[in-house]
């Protein structure tokens, strides 16, 4: 036999179930392969969902935190946002599900938060019924409206409201009345009423407790 012969390969021949592969075309760049991992033979996930193409070459994606960072990450977050300031129970449920914690997950740390005195929505209700009807002079109608805002369960709030003494919270009306009366000095008295007791009405004062303090502060002025 020839050494021409001898280099010539012998024709293919596929079995009956066997499939021939259509050849690549020659235009074809090859696709880089993905790094091996660590020289073990195992092969990188490479996600191609959602791929731009604008990804420099060789750059990968961070790695996934475990679930002990996550909660480590989660747990500083909310202590941090906690000792700043008080937060109802609601407020915290929403961290929880906003950084992907699933229901379950979320009511165990509401339990857990509660158990170590982090979370108290009938201290949080007593706490704004105080600082908003003392320190911003504002009406039991408007606590309640922020205690809701805030998401505390209604029954706690109407409970800290009622709580709320009545001379006290028409002391805070007078005081506020007489602030702003002062301010409509020159007016009539049916505009100076109409202005003032609008005024505290927009602050959450009930109609008895407005009219008493309209009274009042206007016979302070003189109007």
């Known amino acids: 036999m020839s050494d021409a012969s001898t280099e010539r390969l012998a024709p293919v021949t596929y079995l009956p179930w066997a499939k021939a592969e259509p050849e690549a075309p020659p235009a074809a760049a090859p696709r880089r392969r993905p790094k091996s991992d ?26 996934e935190e475990t679930g002990p960072e996550r909660d480590e990450r989660i747990d500083r977050l909310v202590i941090s946002r906690l000792r700043r300031s008080a937060l109802s129970v609601s407020e915290v449920r929403a961290v929880l599900v906003e950084h992907g914690l699933d229901d379950i997950e979320v009511e165990e740390w509401i339990e857990r938060y509660e158990r170590l005195g982090y979370l108290d929505d009938a201290k949080l209700a007593e706490q704004l019924v105080h600082s908003h009807g003392v320190r911003r ?10 205690l809701g805002r805030r998401g505390v369960d209604s029954a706690l709030a109407r409970a800290a409201v009622d709580d709320l003494d009545p001379e006290t919270e028409l002391e805070n009306a007078r005081a506020v009345a007489e602030r702003r009366a002062r301010q409509l000095h020159g007016l009539d008295r049916q505009t100076a009423e109409r202005r003032l007791s609008a005024f505290l009405q927009r602050r959450g004062y009930p109609g008895d407790v407005v009219r008493e303090a309209v009274t009042a502060a206007l016979a302070a002025e003189g109007s």
């Open 137 to 146: 002079g504002k009406g039991s109608g408007a606590i309640m409206q922020e």
């Open 38 to 63: 660590g020289g073990r033979g195992r092969l990188r996930p490479v996600s191609v969902e959602g791929a731009s193409g604008d990804d420099e070459p060789g750059e990968q994606s961070e790695p």
